[in-house]
């Protein structure tokens, strides 16, 4: 049987009436994965994972998602496991200690398959700036995946596994959601723990979910989110059902579309999905209204302003001395900490270092770390208004459909530009999600649905009544004509 494309309910249906084992379904993963042109794996889990399979079909185990393989996006610690984080600086890397995001998915009973290929320290857009290669679009190889979770919305795609978590600190798991056609979620900040989470920018990371549909990702939440006393950061919430209202009516429901958010100037098919998508909620009872968020259009140069402030800040710990990779023949300590920097972080990283060591320099603190925080709260403010007034703000996840490899790494503006749509949602800290609505010359193109704080009920409801009436979700690479 072909597990290919399948579903988390569907394989874990499979599971449970045993028309499969675990052990099948492991093992028929690391073939799909060895035949793979994507590069969307950096390591393995093999022998663990199959020794987890079997311990899950003598009955050894139980949980929500027990005997269901996942990939973990590679910026996760894995005790025992191999964690890069996509650079070169934690080749060697193996953590003493799992993330509480994979405790979490691990005590559900699903099983690690591997760790996926990203963005170095997840800065990015294309899954370019990985020290392990770049990972190709399973729609088409010669495009990106988007980034920085690149490797985990290609594996999901390609149907290599029917689960991986990413992270989003400005769009990294909508964004390639989007350009891969399959449906990912951010929580709201706080949510998810960042316990174990290798740190980009710590106000803004947020971990969360990639699947083939909305009810999957529900599923996955249900796990990925808890409080925990190891981040300051968590929310003290109860733990919520995610699956519970994934039915409800959307009649009378209100969607805002953000009147800042142009999309006059996309392409036709972009514009072409997004009104068709209109259609398809309103049919649904769904009612939209225009909302004004003046201060949305600053949200690109704010992040650029305090994700390398942060980052800045949060990889200074990478010193040749405490971690990962060490320069050889070296004069002195200064030497070393200059060369194993030098030689270990690559330009992307490197670029980011330097401007939030100068936007938080004495000299220009003011005029650029503190003016973004300002534009930062305000941002917030217009969040706050425009939720007083709809449930859910729509727009575009991405300006486009998946771009060819190299065709933007000359020019890291146009790069940045791709978190047009998704930037706003972190520095808010609300959810956010991203599904497929559409295709553009057989590439697929995202639908973005942004909730309340803690709503994330509510934008997987939308999702999946949208799903229940649509079947973007259910193509594939192989599903022939998608015009
Ligand atoms: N593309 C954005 C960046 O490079 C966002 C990345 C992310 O969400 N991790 O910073």
Not at 180 to 197: D, E, F, Q, V
Not at 318 to 337: C, I, M, P, Q, S
Request: overall charge negative.
């Amino acid at each position: 049987m072909s597990i290919k494309y399948k579903t988390l309910s569907e394989l874990k249906e499979l599971l449970e009436k045993k028309d499969i084992s675990s052990f099948e379904l492991v093992e028929e993963t690391f073939k799909n994965i060895s035949s793979s042109k994507t590069n969307s794996f950096i390591t393995l889990n093999e022998e663990v994972a199959l020794t987890k399979a079997k311990e899950f079909d003598q009955g050894e185990c139980e949980g929500d998602l027990a005997g269901l393989p996942i990939a973990q996006k590679d910026l996760f610690c894995t005790k025992n496991l191999r964690t890069t984080c996509g650079s070169r600086i934690l080749e060697n890397f193996i953590p003493p200690y799992n993330a509480t995001v994979v405790e979490n998915l691990s005590k559900a009973g699903s099983i690690c398959v591997g760790k996926t290929n990203m963005d170095e320290f997840a800065m990015g857009s294309s899954n370019e700036t990985s020290y392990f290669g770049a990972v190709k679009n399973p729609w088409d190889l010669e495009r990106v995946p988007g980034g920085s979770s690149g490797g985990s919305a290609a594996a999901v795609a390609e149907g290599l596994v029917c689960a991986a978590t990413g992270t989003d600190t400005g769009g990294s798991i909508r964004q390639p959601a989007a350009l891969c056609g399959i449906t990912g979620i951010k929580p709201t900040y706080g949510r998810a723990s960042r316990w174990g989470m290798i740190a980009f920018a710590s106000s803004l990371d947020q971990a969360g979910a990639f699947a083939r549909n909305a009810e999957d990702c529900a599923l996955l939440l249900n796990h990925i989110c808890s409080h925990d006393e190891k981040d300051s950061t968590s929310l003290s919430n109860d733990k919520e059902n995610y699956l519970e209202n994934i039915n409800n009516d959307l009649k009378g429901k209100k969607i805002g579309i953000v009147k800042e958010f142009d999309i006059s100037n996309l392409s036709k098919e972009v514009q072409d999905s997004f009104e068709q998508s209109k259609k398809i909620f309103e049919s649904l009872g769904a009612n939209f209204v225009e909302v004004s968020m003046p201060n949305i259009k600053l949200s690109v140069p704010t992040y650029y302003v305090v994700a390398p402030a942060e980052c800045s800040s949060n990889l200074s710990r990478f010193d040749g001395v405490k971690y990962g990779y060490r320069a050889e023949n070296v004069n002195d300590l200064e030497d070393l900490y200059i060369k194993s920097r030098s030689e270990g972080f690559g330009d992307e990283v490197k670029r980011r270092i330097l401007i939030g060591t100068y936007v938080l320099s004495a000299g220009f603190y003011d005029a650029y770390y503190k003016k973004a925080q300002q534009s930062r709260r305000m941002i917030k403010n217009d969040f706050v208004k425009a939720f007083s007034e709809v449930d859910v703000i729509m727009s575009p996840s991405s300006p486009s459909s998946a771009f060819k490899i190299g065709s933007k790494t000359e020019d890291p503006i146009e790069m940045y530009l791709e978190d047009l749509f998704t930037i706003s949602s972190n520095l808010a800290g609300v959810p956010a999600m991203s599904i497929p609505h559409g295709f553009s010359k057989n590439l697929p193109i995202g639908l973005q649905l942004i909730g309340n704080y803690l709503e994330e009920s509510e934008i997987l409801n939308f999702a999946h009544q949208y799903q229940k009436n649509t079947d973007w979700h259910i193509r594939n690479p192989d599903f022939g004509d998608n015009s």
